[in-house]
């Protein structure tokens, strides 16, 4: 299985501030990576595919990066409600696998 | 807009078996993967399983292969994941999730999801 491990666990950011969360895929994944965000467990809502890709009515402020094993979710310039827990996932192959998640709280 | 409504969710025994749903509307669903993705209490995510559009290809997660089964009836556009041999760590929310078109590709809506609690 293809393990995805995501740093920080949880980090508090100001409102403004450039935030960077990192995922590392145990094998290459072939840019067949997303970013999810979910709030106090509620449905997850997806935000990122193929690495970089937005999807439509995600604020410009996110944005992915990377390839191969190594990936980043960048969201510059905070705002209130990006509080919540952030998910990367992979689906090159099965058995599709999330990092562990990254929770997120604004000063 | 796409919905994605589960229903089936409940307390059931260790051993006991129960069926959840998923209805869709806002699309046209045969022409989707579906997946179901499921939440442990304060845990994070995990792919439970997956099936074409057609129904003719599924996946399951090591943890529950076996024991459960996905499929889906596309004249009503509803998923279905009929769980069986229930342990109490399949205790979770289970999220049903539509692939932004093909099996390789994310999941691009999920629903609210249902509780599935296991549990004597």
């Known amino acids: 299985d293809i393990q995805m491990t995501q740093s920080p666990s949880s980090l508090s950011a100001s409102v403004g501030d450039r935030v960077t969360i990192t995922c590392r895929a145990s094998q290459d994944i072939r840019n067949s990576l997303a970013w999810y965000q979910q709030k106090s467990e509620k449905a997850p809502k997806s935000l990122i595919y193929f690495v970089s890709t937005l999807e439509s009515g995600v604020p410009s402020r996110f944005s992915g990066s990377g390839s191969g094993t190594d990936f980043t979710l960048t969201i510059s310039g905070l705002q209130p409600e990006d509080f919540g827990t952030y998910y990367c996932?992979?689906?090159?192959?099965?058995?599709?696998?999330f990092g562990q998640g990254t929770k997120l709280e604004i000063k | 807009e796409v919905q994605l409504l589960e229903s089936g969710g409940d307390l059931v025994q260790p051993g006991g078996s129960l069926r959840l749903s998923c209805a869709a509307s806002g699309f046209t669903f045969n022409t989707y993967a579906m997946s179901w993705v499921r939440q442990a209490p304060g845990k994070g995510l995990e792919w439970v399983s997956s099936i074409d559009f057609r129904g003719l290809r599924t996946d399951y997660a090591d943890s529950v292969k076996g024991r459960f089964t996905i499929s889906r009836d596309n004249s009503k556009s509803t998923l279905y994941l009929e769980m069986n041999s229930l342990r109490a760590e399949d205790t979770a929310v289970y999220y049903c999730?539509?692939?932004?078109?093909?099996?390789?590709?994310?999941?691009?809506?999920w629903g609210q999801g249902t509780l599935v609690t296991v549990s004597s």
């Open positions: 999730a539509r692939h932004k078109v093909i099996l390789k590709e994310h999941f691009q809506h």
């Open positions: 996932q992979q689906y090159n192959s099965y058995p599709y696998t």
